[in-house]
């Protein structure tokens, strides 16, 4: 069983900056691939980043060139790191841990706007 708690979302103007963590409990974290999803008022869930436990990364087309998603294994964390920020990013971003299953915290709130 893993938990995931994700922090530093809040609210920004377009053109800021803004960096999400996920720390995450339970063994064996390096195993998992470790995501970032988001879901807009409205919309779907989406795929914003994701990172394997080699360290690949893939990016949504919406956010490459802008965002970057790190881990840092020895403290069961991932981050994103969100620059340029646009008014589109405006969501609730949630963090993920994939191995086998799909593990989800329990988002935090990402807002841009003048």
């Known amino acids: 069983q893993v938990q995931l708690v994700e922090s530093g979302g809040g609210l920004v103007q377009p053109g800021g900056s803004l960096r999400l963590s996920c720390a995450g409990s339970g063994p064996f974290f390096s195993i998992y691939t470790m995501g970032w999803y988001r879901q807009a008022p409205g919309k779907q869930r989406e795929l914003v980043a994701e990172i394997t436990s080699s360290g690949s990364t893939n990016y949504a087309d919406s956010v490459k060139g802008r965002f970057t998603i790190s881990r840092d294994n020895a403290k069961n964390s991932v981050f994103l790191q969100m620059n340029r920020l646009e008014p589109e990013d405006t969501a609730v971003y949630y963090c993920?841990?994939?191995?086998?299953?799909?593990?989800w915290g329990q988002g935090t709130q990402v807002t841009v706007s003048s």
């Open positions: 993920t841990a994939q191995f086998a299953a799909k593990y």
